[in-house]
Nanobody, 123 residues
Framework: QVQLVESGGGSVQTGGSLRLSCAASGFTYSTRCAGWFRQAPGKEREGVAAIWSGGDSPVYADSVKGRFSISQDNAENTLYLQMDSLKPEDTAMYYC????????????????WGQGTQVTVSS
């Protein structure tokens, strides 16, 4: 059974930083795309960053380029999202997700999801 557990969310002021973690277990596929998504109240879930196990460079949404960095520790089966220079518009529930194929931005392509961790950025 695949399980994803996010942690690291919290409340920060504008310009602050947070590091999200996603601990994965039970995922047996050797190739995968792991991504971070977010959903603000009243808005659709959107892709933030994704990383492919095949070694290609990570991809980022335009809104977070230069501020967020996705990484993974394969030995620990953990996905990270370093978020710097946070803005109020980054406030959302953040989810990690995994699929056993190439990366897509659309959330519907991801089968496995974590429960989410809340990020709140105040001005």
């Amino acid at each position: 059974q695949v399980q994803l557990v996010e942690s690291g969310g919290g409340s920060v002021q504008t310009g602050g930083s947070l590091r999200l973690s996603c601990a994965a277990s039970g995922f047996t596929y050797s190739t995968r795309c792991a991504g971070w998504f977010r959903q603000a109240p009243g808005k659709e879930r959107e892709g933030v960053a994704a990383i492919w196990s095949g070694g290609d460079s990570p991809v980022y949404a335009d809104s977070v380029k230069g501020r967020f960095s996705i990484s993974q520790d394969n030995a620990e089966n953990t996905l990270y999202l370093q978020m710097d220079s946070l803005k109020p518009e980054d406030t959302a529930m953040y989810y990690c997700a995994i699929r056993n194929d190439v990366c897509y931005w659309a959330s519907r392509y991801y089968k496995y999801w974590g429960q989410g961790t809340q990020v709140t950025v105040s001005s």
